[in-house]
C-alpha cells in the first residue's frame, strides 16, 4: 500500500490489517499514525529519518528496508528516487531495533515492466547479505518483499511468467539456501494491467509540416502518465477499417508536454476522424488511478467494471 487511500481500499475489499505492508518509503506521519490505528503494522523505510517517524507514530511496528535496484531492463525504472545500500540496510535496521521496531526484513524493487527475469538475482543477493549480518547480530529479520515488476502483455517482448518465477526460486534458494525468509511479492502490472482497457475518442486529426497528428480525449494528464518519454507503450486497437501510417498522438490539454508517441510514432488508420474511438489495452489502474483532476479543466477519467 502507497497511501491511506489504498489502505482503506484494501480493508473495505476484506483484507485484514496484518496483510498489509504500507510499502512506501517515504510519507507523512500523520499517514503513519492513520495506518497504525487501523492495525497495519508494518512499514517500509529507507532512511534514519523515516525510522524515528515510524518509532514514533506507530511505536513496536515491525519495519522492512528497502534496497535500492538499477531498474536495468524495466521500461519504467523506480531506482532514483527510493532505496538504500546493503550497508545502510543494516544500519537502518539496527536503529530500528534499537527504537522497539521489529526489524522483521528487506523490500526491493527491480523497476515497473521488467523484461529480464535475472533482474531479481543482485537484490536478492544484497538482501541475503544483510540478512547474514543482522542475523550475526543478534536480530531476527524474516520476511523479504521482492516488490512488483512482473510485465503485463503490452508486446511480445517478454519471456512468460513461469521464466520470472523459475528465475526468482533459482536466486531464492542459491542466496539463503536452507535460511530462506518468508517471501512476498506486489504482482502489480502483471495483474492490474491486463484487466483493463482506457477507451478514448478521437478529438481532431491535423496535419502539420506533413505529419499527421491525432489528438485523443485522454492524455499524459488524464490517465497515460506513463506514456511520458514514451516509456510504456500500450498496445492500441481502433475498428475503423483500411489501410494504416504513422501519427503522432496527442492529448487534449493546452500543455505542450501532453503528447504521448513523437519520437516512436504509432500507426492508424489512415481513415481515423473525429469521434473514431481508439482503444489502449493493457492500461488497467495504471491509468484510471493516475488521472489529474482538475488540469486545465479536464475531469478525471470514468471507470466501469464489466462482469
Not at 106 to 122: I, L, N, T
Not at 133 to 162: Q, S, V, Y
Not at 275 to 295: E, I, L, N, Q
Request: negative net charge; hydrophobic residues 45%.
Amino acid at each position: 500500500m502507497a497511501s491511506p487511500t489504498e489502505i482503506t481500499a484494501a480493508l473495505m475489499a476484506g483484507a485484514g490489517p496484518g496483510d498489509l505492508v504500507y510499502s512506501n518509503p517515504v510519507k507523512r506521519r500523520d499517514d503513519v499514525r492513520f495506518a497504525a490505528r487501523l492495525g497495519v503494522d508494518l512499514f517500509v523505510v529507507d532512511s534514519p529519518g523515516e525510522v524515528t517517524k515510524v518509532a514514533e507514530a506507530a511505536p513496536g511496528s515491525g519495519v522492512l528496508c528497502r534496497l535500492v535496484t538499477s531498474g536495468a531492463g524495466s521500461d519504467w525504472p523506480l531506482s532514483r528516487k527510493y532505496g538504500c545500500s546493503t550497508s545502510e540496510a543494516v544500519a537502518i535496521l539496527r536503529q530500528a531495533a534499537g527504537l522497539g521496531l521489529r526489524a522483521d526484513g528487506v523490500s526491493f524493487h527491480v523497476g515497473s515492466q521488467q523484461r529480464d527475469p535475472e533482474a531479481w538475482a543482485a537484490p536478492i543477493g544484497s538482501a541475503a547479505s544483510v540478512f547474514d549480518t543482522l542475523r550475526a547480530a543478534g536480530l531476527d529479520p524474516w520476511l523479504l518483499d521482492i516488490g512488483g515488476g512482473f510485465p503485463a502483455r503490452l508486446d511480445d517482448g517478454c519471456p512468460p511468467p513461469e521464466a520470472y518465477g523459475s528465475a526468482i526460486e533459482r536466486h531464492l534458494a542459491a542466496a539463503f539456501g536452507d535460511r530462506r525468509p518468508t517471501t512476498i511479492a506486489e504482482p502489480g502490472r502483471g495483474i492490474a494491467a491486463d484487466a483493463g482497457v482506457l477507451v478514448t475518442t478521437v478529438v481532431a486529426v491535423l496535419h502539420r509540416a506533413g505529419t499527421r497528428w491525432v489528438f485523443l480525449d485522454a492524455g499524459v494528464f488524464t490517465g497515460l502518465v506513463e506514456t511520458l518519454d514514451e516509456a510504456i507503450r500500450y498496445p492500441l486497437v481502433t475498428d475503423v477499417p483500411g489501410p494504416s501510417g504513422p501519427c503522432v498522438l496527442s492529448g487534449p490539454t493546452c500543455d505542450s508536454a501532453d503528447v504521448l508517441y513523437q519520437d516512436v510514432m504509432v500507426d492508424l488508420p489512415l481513415a481515423l476522424a473525429e469521434g473514431d474511438r481508439v482503444r489502449f489495452h493493457c492500461a488497467g489502474v495504471y491509468t484510471a488511478s493516475y488521472s489529474t483532476v482538475g488540469f486545465n479543466g479536464f475531469a478525471p477519467l470514468a471507470s466501469f467494471v464489466r462482469s
